[in-house]
């Protein structure tokens, strides 16, 4: 990046804990990446304007505003960043998009696959006229993530035979945690499901290249009831006095298969989703099965990845962890001398990299909205098949 870089000014709308997740990427993206060109935090947009007001001086955007409609019409915006609950995705999304703005919007996609199926159009509109965008699946972008989709891409693991992924968490532990936005169906569309289980999927389907084609699952609230949230803080916040009922899942679990086409049956795999799982604090674990070898990436060590090599003579074989922290490492080389760690807050630079760089040569970046789609239906055929009774269910397509 130079100083006459073309500058690509970025609206955020929503300032939660995504929201202080993603200023970091904006922020610090083009002071250790070679960028095409410069992200600058022109407007955070938030409901509350002293607490926005407070947020952007602490995060480092330059104005504030509590009008999302007026901010993505702005002649002087180029990027919709939004980090709000999943039931505002489309509206604002789409309004974007068809403003002209490029887009990058947080996980899961929305909050029904219908609604997703014309966030993924709108796209397919605005690509036609250079406009693009993108969805946050973040942990796509954690160098040993990157690393374990290169070793598939290159044959290393052979054929691949089966996957395991888990997303384990367990912040809902405490029954008299708030009923905060993440456990209202209206607001974040599932719970564990969507939440996290939306991260599992992802990176599963993005290290193996192969998608999900069918799923048998179930799903189970686990506390059905807490106190209603008198104030928000970080994932959950202060509890009032009265309750109310939690309308999505506290656990999902799921087998899929993978890679079905006509002439071949793929691969199967297993899911779980979860915010009780005692004593885990954010585990998204993937562990990948081939013919020639395996891997295992879990989120709290992400800066290390297993592998075993079942063509190394036998006496030598074994698991061994690979330092995911030298030159030549995905994304590696910009930070800090060899063996130096990173850390969650990475990931979200390389993403605004990435978007920036796609969206400065004119490129569609990846995962798109027709990507956030498919992860999209995935999820929605998980919840037909639990009101089912966990019968196999297609995905669609
Ligand atoms: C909360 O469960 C949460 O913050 C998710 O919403 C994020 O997507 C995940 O990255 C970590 O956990």
């Known amino acids: 990046m130079t100083d006459s870089s073309p500058r690509l000014r970025v609206a955020m709308i929503g300032a939660g804990f995504m929201g202080a997740a993603h200023s970091?990427?904006?922020?610090?993206?083009?002071?250790f990446f070679e960028l095409q060109a410069h992200p600058e935090m022109a407007l955070l947009v938030g409901r509350d304007h002293g607490r926005t007001e407070a947020a952007a001086q602490k995060w480092g955007w330059g104005e504030v505003s509590t009008d999302w409609r007026e901010a993505i019409l702005r002649d002087d915006i180029d990027i919709?960043?939004?980090v709000t609950p999943g039931d505002s995705?489309?509206?604002i999304a789409i309004a974007a998009l068809d403003a002209g703005k490029h887009v990058l919007c947080e996980k899961p996609l929305a909050n029904t696959a219908e609604e997703a199926?014309?966030?993924?159009?709108?796209?397919?509109?605005?690509?036609?006229?250079?406009i693009y965008a993108m969805v946050g699946f973040t942990y796509r972008r954690v160098p040993a993530a990157t690393l374990a989709r290169d070793l598939v891409a290159q044959g290393r693991l052979g054929e691949i035979r089966q996957v395991r992924a888990s997303y384990l968490q367990d912040w809902l532990m405490d029954e008299d945690g708030p009923l905060s936005w993440r456990l209202q169906k209206n607001r974040a569309g599932s719970g564990a499901l969507g939440d996290i289980g939306a991260h599992a999927v992802?990176?599963?389907q993005y290290i193996t290249g192969s998608s999900l084609s069918s799923v048998s699952g179930t799903m189970e609230t686990i506390i059905a009831e807490r106190p209603v949230l008198a104030e928000s803080s970080g994932l959950s916040g202060t509890a009032g006095r009265e309750r109310g009922t939690v309308t999505v899942d506290d656990l999902a679990l799921f087998t899929g298969r993978f890679g079905a086409t006509d002439t071949t049956s793929g691969f199967l795999g297993s899911f779980e989703a979860t915010r009780f799982s005692t004593g885990r604090k954010n585990a998204l674990r993937i562990e990948v099965s081939g013919s020639k070898g395996a891997l295992g990436f879990d989120l709290e060590r992400l800066n290390e990845l297993q592998f075993f090599d079942a063509t190394a003579p036998g006496q030598t074989q074994g698991?061994?962890?690979?330092?995911?922290?030298?030159?030549?490492?995905?994304?590696?080389?910009a930070?800090?001398?060899?063996?130096?760690?990173?850390g969650y807050e990475h990931g979200f630079s390389h993403q605004a990299r990435d978007f920036i760089q796609a969206v400065a040569a004119g490129t569609q970046p990846t995962p798109s909205f027709a990507d956030g789609l498919q992860v999209q239906q995935v999820l929605d055929a998980v919840e037909r098949s639990a009101?089912?009774?966990?019968?196999?269910?297609?995905?669609?397509?």
């Open 202 to 204: 992802d990176l599963a």
């Open 319 to 333: 698991f061994s962890t690979i330092l995911v922290t030298e030159p030549g490492h995905p994304y590696v080389d």
């Open 335 to 342: 930070w800090w001398p060899a063996g130096h760690m990173l």
């Open 80 to 82: 919709v960043d939004i």
């Open 117 to 130: 199926r014309a966030m993924a159009a709108a796209a397919e509109r605005a690509a036609a006229r250079g």
């Open 387 to 397: 009101a089912a009774n966990s019968v196999w269910t297609a995905v669609a397509n």
């Open 89 to 91: 995705h489309a509206e």
């Open 24 to 31: 970091q990427g904006w922020r610090v993206a083009p002071r």
